[in-house]
């Protein structure tokens, strides 16, 4: 241990190791800490230094800006430290702190929703009562495999716990899923954890934005949004690349003729042959039908660079900065180690 770390909002101090971020030490000693990416591109896990100092390792401007840092923030994921320092999270808005479980489940269900994303269903065996908010991801652990992030698609009032896992090329957790996952296998799930969650006190108009697999949080945000009676305008935008990467379009397009507040746009970025979809990426479709974002929030999930591609257009479109709720889904091969 090389420094103790004081958390404002945790009862006892923790140790941090020799080359330990904040973040890393604070999820090992079970802190309920807000975090995203761990790799200093998303912002959750802004933190207020209130005493010493750390070195901050490199991350994005959207993540912390250098107002910010003159005021004293840091990046708790990109944090490290040779003396002891005490620290405290950003309480944001209607932040979701629910309490972390340790879930033992079982597959109960799996569906093939495209060529490359698999439905996965899970029903809770032990360790609950689970209680997340939309949007928010757990930690999943599946037979013999090392442990992922995966997003709820699920609304907290079901029963199971639902996944979109899209098999990612090279990658060694979706190929398993895609390939030997069976119904009835053991499954843990540690969580929940993020901020890019529903926030049920803003009631201006939502634009859902969605790539790929992205879909999970984002279902779940706007299914939970119109389950508690949101009567505001809810725009839902489903980005992928051709004709086969669509899934739940029919699911979409009977909730959007029930709620006439909810809008349901395709864009497909590289169809294979004609089509009377809209086409393009996703941040163009936006960019062309919002002059002004002014009020509205922002839930984007994703590929990173979907994600990033978007951020700029929703700030140019006067979207505070604090309304754009976003979860890339890094792997951990974007996520490098903490070098200061
Ligand atoms: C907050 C969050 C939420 C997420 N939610 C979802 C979700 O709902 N659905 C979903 O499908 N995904 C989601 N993800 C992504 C998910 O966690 C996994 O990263 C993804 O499934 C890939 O895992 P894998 O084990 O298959 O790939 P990995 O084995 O981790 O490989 C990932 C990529 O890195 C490459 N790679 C592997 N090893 C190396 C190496 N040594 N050097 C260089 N490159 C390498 C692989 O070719 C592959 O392209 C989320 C991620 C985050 C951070
Ligand atoms: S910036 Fe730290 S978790 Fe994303």
Redesign the pocket.
């Known amino acids: 241990m090389v420094a103790t770390v004081r958390i404002r909002q945790w009862p006892t101090p923790i140790g941090l190791g020799p080359g330990q971020v904040v973040l890393e030490a604070a999820l090992n000693a079970g802190v309920p800490y807000p975090f ?3 790799s200093g591109n998303c912002g959750a896990c802004k933190s207020l230094l209130i005493a010493g100092s750390v070195e901050l390792a490199e991350h994005s401007e959207f993540a912390l800006t250098d107002e910010e840092k003159a005021q004293g923030l840091v990046l708790a994921c990109r944090s490290m430290a040779d003396d002891d320092i005490e620290i405290a999270w950003i309480e944001g808005e209607d932040l979701a702190l629910h309490a972390q479980r340790r879930l033992d489940c079982r597959v109960a269900a799996l569906d093939r929703l495209t060529h490359d ?1 698999t439905g996965v269903t899970l029903a809770i065996g032990s360790g609950g009562p689970f209680a997340f908010t939309a949007g928010q ?1 757990v930690r999943v652990t599946f037979p013999g ?2 442990t ?4 709820m ?1 699920n609304r907290l009032e079901e029963p199971n716990l639902v ?15 895609a390939d030997e996952l069976e119904v009835g296998m053991p499954v843990v799930v540690e969580g929940p ?2 901020i890019a969650h529903f926030k049920e006190a803003h009631t201006g108009p939502i634009l859902a934005l969605a790539g ?3 879909l ?2 984002v279902a779940s945000i706007v299914e939970t949004a119109l389950a508690k009676g949101r009567r505001g305008p809810i725009h839902l935008y489903f980005g992928a690349r051709d004709e086969r990467d669509i899934y739940l379009e029919g699911r979409f397009r009977a909730l959007a003729e029930k709620h006439p507040n909810l809008s349901y746009t395709v864009v497909l970025s590289q169809p294979s042959g004609p089509t009377s979809r809209r086409t393009g990426f996703l941040h163009e479709a936006v960019a062309a039908d919002f002059p002004s974002l002014d009020g509205a929030k922002a839930y984007v ?1 994703g590929p990173p660079v979907m994600v990033d591609a978007m951020t700029p257009v929703l700030v140019a479109r006067k979207m505070r900065r604090e309304d754009i709720h976003a ?8 996520k490098p180690k903490a070098t200061a």
């Open positions: 995203g990416c761990q994303i991801f495999q090392k992922r992030d995966y997003s698609a996944f979109h896992i899209r098999h990612m090329q090279g990658g060694a957790v979706s190929a398993f899923v954890n993020g790929g697999s992205g999970a949080p999930a979860d890339a889904f890094y792997t951990e091969a974007d």
